[in-house]
C-alpha cells in the first residue's frame, strides 16, 4: 500500500490476505449474535402476526389481529402507565440520590475509598439477589425493615396492599441503581478539570451553588447517558427483581411491561400477545437509544 | 490594588520539599514574573498566592493583610490559567459576570464592568458564544476579561500563553503588556518561558529548585546572571557555559586547548581551581587578530542574523553574528576575540557567580 491512504482504507497492519479469515475470526460473536438475538426477534416478529391453536398443531396469519388486540386492552395500558411511572420515578430518584452520594464522596477528606466500595456493593448484585435481600428484610412479622415500619404504625403487609408492593419494588430498584448511578457520577466528577473547580473556588462558587452552576451542568453529558441506561435497565432487567418480589401482585399492582409480556408468554401461553409485547418494548428501547444518539451528537462540542 | 508580601513562604508534599522557605515583596502596581523550568515550584507559590494550596509555613499577605486562613474567593485576586478554565455551559457574557452575580453585585455594576470588559478586550462579537466555539486566542482574551471585571487586588497568570501557537502568543504578550499599563493592577505572571519573562516584567524572579535563584529587572539579570542556572536560562540561545580554570597566578582564566583570556578582576583566591566560563554567543566577536580559533560545526540563519555553532577546545559554543549572508563555511576554522568585560566567572560546584 504505497503512496497516500485514502479514507475507508485499512491501516497497513490491519490487512488480511484471505477473505476467509476475517470471518472466522468473527464466526463465534455472529453465531452468539444469530442464537441470542436474531433468531428470537425474528420469531417474535413472526409470532406477533400467527396464531396458533391450543395442541400447537396449527397456525392461522392474523395480520394485524394481535397489534390490536394487544393495544385496546385496558390490561396492556394499566401495564404501559405504570411502567412509565415506575421507570421515571425510580430514575429520578436514583440519579439524584448517586449525583448526591457521589458529589457528598467526594467532599470529603479522607475515607472517599471506603465510601466508594460500599456504595458500589449493591451494583454487584444480581437483581433477583438484590430482591431477596429485600424480601428478607421487608417480610411482614419477621423481617428487620417491616419490624421498623410496624414499630412507626406502618401496617405492613405488601402481599395485601398494592401501594406497599410498589414501594417495596421502587425502594428495591433505587437501591440498585443508585449504586450503578453514583460509580458514573464518581468518575465523571473526578475526571472533571481541576482548574474549572478551582475557577469556581476563586469565583466564590461555594456549596449548593457550585453544586448547581458549575458541577451538575458539567456533569450533563454524564446524566443523559444515565438517563437512558436507568431506563433501559427499568423496562428490561427488572424482571427477576420483580418475579422475586411480588410476582407482578397484588392484582396487578406491580406488573410491568416486561412482567406481563412473561406472564402472557408463560402463564397464559398466548404467545401472539407476548410477541407484540416484545416488540413493542424493543421499539421503546431503541427510541430511547436513538434521542440518546442524537441529544449526544448536539451536545458534543465542536 | 495592592502590595503583595511573603515571608518564608513554604511547601511540602510528604517529605518532598516543593518549596524552601521563600520571601519575596511585590510593590503595588508592579508586574513580576515568576520563572524556571518545570517542578521549579513557581506554580505552587503561585497557587499558594491564590489559595488553592495552603503553604506548610510562612505568612502571604495582600495589602498588608494576612491571608493565609482566607478562602480564595476571599483573597480579593484574579487568576488566569493555563486552559483558560472558562465554563464550558456558560456564554461568554454569563463566564464574564459569573463571579460579580456571586458577589451580590447590582444589576447596573455587573452591566458596566461587564461592559468595560468587553471593549477593552474586543469581546463584543463573542458575547453570545459558548467558549467551545471560540479560538484558543479568543478564549484567552475572555479568561482575560473575567479576571479584570472583578477589579482585584491583585492578578495572578499561570503561564497563561502556553496553549497558544507561536504568533498568537507574541500577540497575547503585548496585549498582556498593554493591559497592565492601563490597569496598573498589581501582577503575578507565571511562565517557564524566559522570552516572556524577559519582555513582560518589571522585576523577575528566576526560581529552580524550589527556591529562587535571582531577583532583578530583566536587564540586570540578564547582565549580572547571579548563578551558572541563571545564566543558562535566559538568553535565546543561551550563554555559553565552558569549563575552566583560573590560572596560577589569578590573573587569567585557561580554557583546555585555547588560549588564556586575561581577567579584568584578578582571582588570586581562587589561583588554579576549577570554575564556569560564561559566554554570551554575542561576546565571541570573529576578528582575524583573534585570541581564539573555533571550527564551525553547524551554521544557522536566522535572516538578520546568524547562529555559528562551534567547537572551543573540546567544548561547544553558540556565536551570533549580526550579518545576513555567511561568508565562511561549516567545517571552516575561525579566529574569535573575547571581549574582557563580557566575562563571566561562576564557582564550578555551587554555581554561584564570582566578582570579576
Same mark, same amino acid.
Given at each position: 500500500?504505497?503512496?497516500?491512504?485514502?479514507?475507508?482504507?485499512?491501516?497497513?497492519?490491519t490487512?488480511?490476505?484471505?477473505?476467509w479469515?476475517?470471518?472466522? !475470526?468473527?464466526?463465534?460473536q455472529?453465531?452468539?449474535?444469530?442464537?441470542?438475538?436474531?433468531?428470537?426477534?425474528l420469531?417474535?416478529?413472526?409470532?406477533?402476526?400467527?396464531?396458533?391453536?391450543?395442541?400447537?398443531?396449527?397456525?392461522?396469519f392474523?395480520g394485524?389481529?394481535?397489534?390490536a388486540?394487544?393495544l @385496546?386492552?385496558?390490561?396492556?395500558?394499566?401495564?404501559?402507565?405504570?411502567?412509565?411511572?415506575?421507570?421515571?420515578?425510580t430514575?429520578?430518584?436514583?440519579?439524584?440520590?448517586?449525583?448526591?452520594?457521589?458529589?457528598?464522596?467526594?467532599?470529603?477528606?479522607?475515607g472517599r475509598?471506603?465510601?466508594?466500595?460500599l456504595?458500589?456493593?449493591?451494583?454487584?448484585l444480581a437483581?433477583?439477589?438484590?430482591a431477596?435481600?429485600?424480601?428478607?428484610l421487608?417480610?411482614?412479622?419477621?423481617?428487620?425493615?417491616?419490624?421498623?415500619?410496624e414499630?412507626?404504625g406502618?401496617?405492613?403487609?405488601?402481599a !395485601?396492599?398494592?401501594?406497599?408492593?410498589?414501594?417495596?419494588?421502587?425502594?428495591?430498584?433505587?437501591?440498585?441503581?443508585?449504586a450503578y448511578?453514583?460509580?458514573?457520577?464518581?468518575a465523571?466528577?473526578?475526571?472533571?478539570?481541576?482548574?474549572?473547580?478551582?475557577?469556581?473556588?476563586?469565583?466564590?462558587a461555594?456549596?449548593?451553588?457550585?453544586?448547581?452552576?458549575?458541577?451538575?451542568?458539567?456533569?450533563?453529558?454524564?446524566?443523559?447517558?444515565?438517563?437512558?441506561?436507568?431506563?433501559?435497565?427499568?423496562l428490561?432487567?427488572?424482571?427477576?427483581?420483580?418475579?422475586?418480589?411480588?410476582?407482578?401482585?397484588?392484582?396487578h399492582?406491580t406488573?410491568?411491561?416486561?412482567? =406481563?409480556?412473561?406472564?402472557?408468554?408463560?402463564?397464559?401461553f398466548?404467545?401472539?400477545a407476548?410477541?407484540v409485547?416484545?416488540?413493542?418494548?424493543?421499539?421503546?428501547?431503541?427510541?430511547?437509544?436513538?434521542?440518546?444518539?442524537?441529544?449526544?451528537r448536539?451536545?458534543?462540542?465542536? | 490594588m495592592?502590595?503583595?508580601? !511573603?515571608?518564608?513562604?513554604? =511547601?511540602?508534599?510528604?517529605?518532598a520539599?516543593?518549596?524552601?522557605?521563600?520571601?519575596?515583596?511585590?510593590?503595588?502596581g508592579?508586574?513580576?514574573?515568576?520563572?524556571?523550568?518545570? @517542578?521549579?515550584? =513557581?506554580?505552587?507559590?503561585?497557587?499558594?498566592i491564590?489559595?488553592?494550596? +495552603?503553604?506548610?509555613?510562612?505568612?502571604?499577605?495582600?495589602?498588608?493583610?494576612c491571608?493565609?486562613a482566607? #478562602?480564595? +474567593?476571599?483573597?480579593?485576586i484574579a487568576?488566569?490559567?493555563?486552559?483558560?478554565?472558562?465554563?464550558p455551559?456558560?456564554s461568554?457574557r454569563?463566564?464574564?459576570?459569573?463571579?460579580?452575580?456571586?458577589?451580590?453585585? #447590582?444589576?447596573?455594576?455587573?452591566?458596566?464592568r461587564?461592559?468595560?470588559?468587553v471593549?477593552?478586550?474586543g469581546?463584543?462579537?463573542?458575547?453570545?458564544?459558548?467558549?467551545?466555539?471560540?479560538? %484558543?486566542?479568543?478564549?484567552?482574551?475572555?479568561?482575560m476579561?473575567?479576571?479584570?471585571?472583578?477589579?482585584?487586588?491583585?492578578?495572578?497568570?499561570?503561564?497563561?500563553? +502556553?496553549?497558544?501557537?507561536?504568533r498568537l502568543?507574541?500577540h497575547?504578550?503585548? #496585549?498582556?503588556?498593554?493591559l497592565?499599563?492601563?490597569l496598573?493592577?498589581?501582577?503575578?505572571?507565571?511562565?517557564?518561558?524566559?522570552?516572556?519573562?524577559?519582555?513582560?516584567?518589571?522585576?523577575?524572579?528566576?526560581?529552580?529548585h524550589?527556591?529562587?535563584?535571582?531577583v532583578?529587572?530583566?536587564?540586570?539579570?540578564?547582565?549580572?546572571?547571579?548563578?551558572?542556572?541563571?545564566?543558562g536560562?535566559?538568553?535565546?540561545?543561551?550563554?555559553?557555559?565552558?569549563?575552566?580554570?583560573?590560572?596560577?597566578?589569578?590573573?587569567?582564566?585557561?580554557?583546555?586547548d585555547?588560549a588564556?583570556?586575561?581577567?579584568?578582576?584578578?582571582?588570586?583566591a581562587?589561583?588554579?581551581?576549577?570554575?564556569?566560563?560564561?559566554?554570551?554567543p554575542?561576546?565571541?566577536?570573529?576578528?582575524?587578530? @583573534?585570541?581564539? $580559533?573555533?571550527t564551525?560545526?553547524l551554521?544557522?540563519?536566522? %535572516?538578520?542574523e546568524m547562529?555559528?555553532?562551534a567547537?572551543?577546545? =573540546?567544548?561547544?559554543?553558540?556565536?551570533?553574528i549580526? $550579518?545576513?549572508?555567511?561568508?565562511?563555511?561549516e567545517?571552516?576554522?575561525?579566529?574569535?576575540?573575547v571581549a574582557?568585560?563580557?566575562?563571566h566567572?561562576?564557582?564550578?560546584?555551587?554555581?554561584?557567580r564570582?566578582?570579576?
Amino acid at each position: 500500500m504505497g503512496g497516500s491512504r485514502t479514507a475507508g482504507e485499512p491501516l497497513p497492519g490491519t490487512w488480511f490476505r484471505g477473505r476467509w479469515l476475517p470471518w472466522l !475470526l468473527l464466526a463465534p460473536q455472529l453465531l452468539v449474535i444469530a442464537v441470542f438475538f436474531l433468531w428470537p426477534t425474528l420469531r417474535a416478529l413472526r409470532d406477533a402476526f400467527y396464531q396458533g391453536d391450543a395442541f400447537g398443531l396449527s397456525e392461522e396469519f392474523v395480520g394485524l389481529r394481535h397489534f390490536a388486540h394487544t393495544l @385496546g386492552s385496558a390490561e396492556y395500558g394499566h401495564a404501559l402507565l405504570l411502567t412509565l411511572a415506575y421507570a421515571l420515578l425510580t430514575s429520578a430518584l436514583s440519579l439524584a440520590g448517586g449525583f448526591a452520594l457521589a458529589v457528598a464522596v467526594e467532599g470529603l477528606r479522607s475515607g472517599r475509598t471506603l465510601f466508594r466500595t460500599l456504595f458500589l456493593w449493591p451494583y454487584a448484585l444480581a437483581p433477583a439477589i438484590s430482591a431477596a435481600l429485600w424480601v428478607f428484610l421487608f417480610r411482614p412479622q419477621v423481617g428487620l425493615g417491616a419490624g421498623l415500619l410496624e414499630h412507626v404504625g406502618v401496617h405492613w403487609n405488601p402481599a !395485601l396492599q398494592a401501594g406497599q408492593a410498589q414501594a417495596l419494588v421502587l425502594a428495591t430498584t433505587v437501591w440498585q441503581l443508585l449504586a450503578y448511578n453514583f460509580l458514573f457520577y464518581g468518575a465523571a466528577l473526578q475526571s472533571l478539570p481541576p482548574s474549572l473547580l478551582e475557577a469556581a473556588a476563586l469565583d466564590g462558587a461555594r456549596g449548593w451553588r457550585r453544586v448547581r452552576d458549575v458541577i451538575w451542568p458539567l456533569l450533563a453529558p454524564t446524566t443523559l447517558f444515565l438517563v437512558v441506561t436507568d431506563l433501559t435497565f427499568v423496562l428490561f432487567d427488572t424482571f427477576g427483581l420483580i418475579d422475586v418480589l411480588t410476582q407482578g401482585g397484588p392484582d396487578h399492582a406491580t406488573e410491568t411491561l416486561v412482567y =406481563k409480556l412473561y406472564e402472557d408468554a408463560f402463564r397464559n401461553f398466548d404467545q401472539g400477545a407476548a410477541a407484540v409485547q416484545s416488540l413493542l418494548l424493543m421499539l421503546l428501547v431503541t427510541g430511547l437509544g436513538v434521542l440518546q444518539l442524537r441529544l449526544q451528537r448536539r451536545r458534543v462540542p465542536a | 490594588m495592592a502590595t503583595l508580601e !511573603l515571608y518564608q513562604v513554604c =511547601k511540602r508534599f510528604g517529605a518532598a520539599s516543593a518549596l524552601t522557605p521563600t520571601s519575596l515583596q511585590v510593590a503595588d502596581g508592579e508586574f513580576v514574573v515568576l520563572v524556571g523550568p518545570s @517542578g521549579c515550584g =513557581k506554580s505552587t507559590l503561585l497557587r499558594m498566592i491564590a489559595g488553592l494550596e +495552603s503553604p506548610s509555613g510562612g505568612e502571604i499577605r495582600i495589602g498588608g493583610r494576612c491571608v493565609n486562613a482566607q #478562602e480564595p +474567593s476571599a483573597r480579593d485576586i484574579a487568576m488566569v490559567f493555563q486552559n483558560y478554565a472558562l465554563y464550558p455551559h456558560m456564554s461568554v457574557r454569563e463566564n464574564l459576570s459569573y463571579a460579580l452575580k456571586l458577589r451580590k453585585l #447590582e444589576r447596573a455594576e455587573i452591566t458596566r464592568r461587564v461592559d468595560w470588559a468587553v471593549d477593552l478586550l474586543g469581546l463584543q462579537p463573542l458575547l453570545a458564544r459558548k467558549p467551545g466555539e471560540l479560538s %484558543g486566542g479568543q478564549r484567552q482574551r475572555v479568561a482575560m476579561g473575567r479576571a479584570i471585571v472583578r477589579e482585584p487586588q491583585l492578578f495572578l497568570f499561570d503561564e497563561p500563553l +502556553s496553549n497558544l501557537d507561536a504568533r498568537l502568543r507574541n500577540h497575547m504578550r503585548v #496585549e498582556i503588556k498593554q493591559l497592565h499599563r492601563r490597569l496598573g493592577t498589581t501582577t503575578v505572571y507565571v511562565t517557564h518561558d524566559q522570552v516572556e519573562a524577559m519582555t513582560l516584567a518589571q522585576r523577575m524572579v528566576v526560581m529552580n529548585h524550589g527556591r529562587i535563584e535571582q531577583v532583578g529587572t530583566p536587564e540586570e539579570v540578564y547582565a549580572q546572571p547571579a548563578s551558572a542556572f541563571v545564566a543558562g536560562f535566559l538568553g535565546a540561545p543561551p550563554m555559553n557555559l565552558l569549563a575552566a580554570r583560573v590560572s596560577a597566578e589569578g590573573t587569567h582564566v585557561l580554557v583546555e586547548d585555547l588560549a588564556p583570556l586575561p581577567l579584568s578582576a584578578p582571582q588570586p583566591a581562587r589561583a588554579g581551581r576549577a570554575v564556569t566560563l560564561g559566554l554570551r554567543p554575542e561576546a565571541l566577536l570573529p576578528d582575524v587578530d @583573534g585570541c581564539w $580559533t573555533v571550527t564551525l560545526n553547524l551554521i544557522e540563519s536566522l %535572516g538578520g542574523e546568524m547562529l555559528l555553532h562551534a567547537g572551543v577546545g =573540546k567544548q561547544a559554543c553558540v556565536l551570533r553574528i549580526a $550579518t545576513t549572508t555567511s561568508p565562511w563555511r561549516e567545517g571552516d576554522t575561525l579566529r574569535v576575540n573575547v571581549a574582557s568585560t563580557a566575562l563571566h566567572l561562576f564557582d564550578a560546584d555551587s554555581g554561584q557567580r564570582l566578582p570579576s
